[in-house]
């Protein structure tokens, strides 16, 4: 008996990728810091970049729940980044992280959902990340979902 070939045809599954988080800092002692810290806590990719273009133009490669911005960076300031963000990605939320501590974290940023101002000192970052970042890391992502 000869068989024929298989030929109905499937249709193709879609991939969808693996949620991931946006760092966007300029210092790269600082953005490994983030990246090895978030992938240790959390399931989802990480993607790390230096300026604000490269930001955007993940975020308009693919859904991003989170994006973690300094606020100093080379080309843009954090808040800016923010509003750029929530034009291009309403659902996307925006953590702004930075040690000036002339900033007013409770100032009323329009875009970013929290800002954490880090007067610790990095090395304490290194061996205890602060709780309070990873429980606003974690909230902010189920808000995303």
């Not at 606020?71 to 930075?98: E, F, N």
Request: aromatic residues 4%; negative net charge; hydrophobic residues 50%.
């Amino acid at each position: 008996m000869i068989s024929e070939p298989f030929t109905k045809e499937r249709p193709a599954r879609q991939c969808q990728p693996v949620p991931a988080l946006l760092v966007v800092d300029d210092t790269p002692s600082i953005r490994e810091l983030l990246i090895h810290t978030l992938r240790s806590l959390v399931p989802y990719e990480v993607i790390a970049v230096t300026d604000a273009p490269a930001a955007l133009a993940v975020l308009s490669a693919r859904p991003v729940p989170l994006l973690i911005t300094d606020y100093h960076l080379s080309d843009m300031r954090g808040d800016a980044l923010a509003a750029a963000v929530k034009s291009a990605s309403p659902a996307t939320k925006v953590m702004m992280i930075t040690a000036d501590v002339e900033l007013d974290a409770e100032a009323g940023w329009a875009d970013v959902d929290q800002c954490l101002i880090t007067p610790f000192p990095m090395r304490g970052f290194l061996h205890i990340p602060p709780k309070r970042c990873i429980s606003e890391i974690r909230r902010l992502l189920l808000l995303a979902r």
